[in-house]
């Protein structure tokens, strides 16, 4: 086999998976093509939660120090009854994060970590990104995989040792890969926004606790997350309710009237945030059938494309970055049997994507509880030490990639 085919990885997508997916290759000793569909790369939507498991690795990649200037380290999660916003419970972060779990808990602008991302990617020779290039099938041989390039009009044939799909929830690779449904919508939708913090809408929100902190409102009808991002300059909100299925994008607009609904009776801060913060982006929660496979001969979906969950556990990025560490390290490892490696990676992940979804789906049904249930999960975390409430995450967030 031709020694440059077998050191080549081949990635669709130049997303955080496929970034980070390029990053963790290329210290391994590994040459990197990154195939990106959109001709300039202008990432879309708000903020994003990076925590102590994602962070670890980002900083192992090069990318925390160039990432660090525009992040917020929030002092920690508080939740707050989103009729009274009188605190229920909180888990402290900031330093005591740092030293719990040996890395920082970050918010960020998703744009400001793409950002560093492509300048950390750009930096290391051995990766090479083509834009405007989509990967749209695969070929696998007796030496690796031939994946099929359309670019400017032609057809071209890319080979190498492994071809990574990292393009997104709605991934063209997965359809290749997998039969069945190519996702499937959640029945929740999130409204995002991003407020400045010198707004009055962002006054009102540092007044109410919420300027250093990540802030969940709860209610029986939607709940509502908020976190400074932009070396705090702005606020990010992201509201989710139960909706109808809207366009299958990223950047679907429709009529505001089921959020204003649904903080009608919340506390006076809240209720004006549907006429007053928006303009809002309705985003679709789509998922992937957790059983569907994501690997095969040289090939390997990561991030949304394997297994796009629901956002509750604020971890869709950090299962992106610990599946770009895990399989470079697989891989690195595989010893000539690639097959062998890809089937081990799948395994070995599988258990942990699982329990981050059973976090994020208990989250959903303990935040948006109401009535009796909703009395007890009160009176839990109130009666609850924040210690111990950090304790509770010892298993996410200090999950770390040499151990698995």
């Known amino acids: 086999m031709d020694v440059s085919r077998s050191r080549r990885i081949i990635i669709a997508g130049a997303g955080i998976a496929g970034l980070c997916a390029a990053l963790a290759f290329a210290r391994r000793g590994f040459s990197v093509d990154i195939f990106e569909r959109s001709e300039t790369l202008e990432e879309v939507g708000a903020g994003l939660q990076l925590s102590p498991n994602a962070t670890r690795i980002l900083d192992s990649l090069g990318v925390l120090e160039a990432l660090r200037p525009m992040a917020v380290a929030p002092q920690g999660v508080v939740l707050r009854d989103a009729r009274t916003l009188a605190e229920l419970g909180r888990?402290?972060?900031?330093?005591?994060?740092?030293?719990?779990?040996?890395?920082?808990?970050?918010?960020?602008?998703?744009?400001?970590?793409?950002?560093?991302?492509?300048?950390?990617?750009?930096?290391?020779?051995?990766?090479?990104?083509?834009?405007?290039s989509t990967v749209t099938g695969f070929q696998p041989d007796d030496h690796g995989i031939t994946a099929t390039v359309e670019r400017s009009g032609r057809t071209e044939?890319?080979?190498?040792?492994?071809?990574?799909?990292?393009?997104?929830?709605?991934?063209?690779?997965?359809?290749k890969l997998q039969a069945g449904p190519h996702s499937r919508f959640a029945g929740e939708l999130a409204w995002r926004t991003v407020v400045t913090a010198d707004s009055d809408i962002g006054r009102a929100f540092a007044a109410a606790g919420a300027r250093d902190v990540v802030t969940a409102f709860l209610h029986s009808g939607f709940h509502l997350i908020s976190y400074p991002v932009r070396s705090g300059a702005a606020f990010n909100l992201v509201a989710f309710t139960p909706g109808q299925r809207i366009a299958e994008s990223w950047s679907g607009t429709t009529d505001t009237a089921p959020l204003e609904s649904a903080m009608?009776?919340?506390?006076?801060?809240?209720?004006?945030?549907?006429?007053?913060?928006?303009?809002?982006?309705?985003?679709?929660?789509?998922?992937?059938?957790?059983?569907?496979?994501?690997?095969?001969h040289g090939v390997a979906l990561i991030g949304d494309a394997a297994h796009a969950m629901t956002p509750f556990a604020a971890q869709g990025a950090a299962m992106a970055v610990e599946d770009a560490e895990t399989l470079a390290a697989s891989v690195a490892a595989a010893a000539g049997n690639l097959q062998?490696?890809?089937?081990?990676?799948?395994?070995?992940?599988?258990?942990?994507?699982?329990?981050?979804?059973?976090?994020?789906?208990?989250?959903?049904?303990?935040?948006?509880?109401?009535?009796?249930?909703?009395?007890?999960?009160?009176?839990?975390?109130?009666?609850?030490?924040?210690?111990?409430?950090?304790?509770?995450?010892?298993?996410?967030?200090?999950?770390?990639?040499?151990?698995?």
Do not use: C
């Open 264 to 296: 009608r009776r919340t506390s006076a801060l809240l209720a004006r945030l549907a006429r007053d913060a928006g303009p809002w982006t309705a985003w679709p929660i789509h998922t992937v059938r957790p059983e569907a496979r994501w690997t095969t």
């Open 340 to 404: 062998a490696a890809l089937a081990a990676w799948e395994r070995m992940r599988r258990p942990r994507i699982a329990a981050v979804a059973r976090r994020g789906a208990f989250n959903h049904f303990a935040w948006q509880a109401w009535g009796p249930v909703a009395l007890a999960r009160n009176m839990v975390l109130k009666t609850r030490p924040p210690e111990r409430l950090a304790a509770d995450m010892d298993w996410l967030y200090g999950w770390d990639a040499e151990r698995g």
């Open 157 to 175: 044939q890319e080979s190498g040792l492994l071809l990574i799909g990292a393009d997104g929830v709605w991934s063209a690779l997965r359809g």
């Open 91 to 132: 888990v402290p972060l900031g330093a005591a994060a740092e030293q719990r779990w040996r890395a920082p808990y970050l918010v960020v602008h998703r744009a400001d970590l793409q950002k560093a991302l492509l300048e950390t990617a750009a930096a290391v020779p051995a990766i090479h990104l083509t834009t405007a």
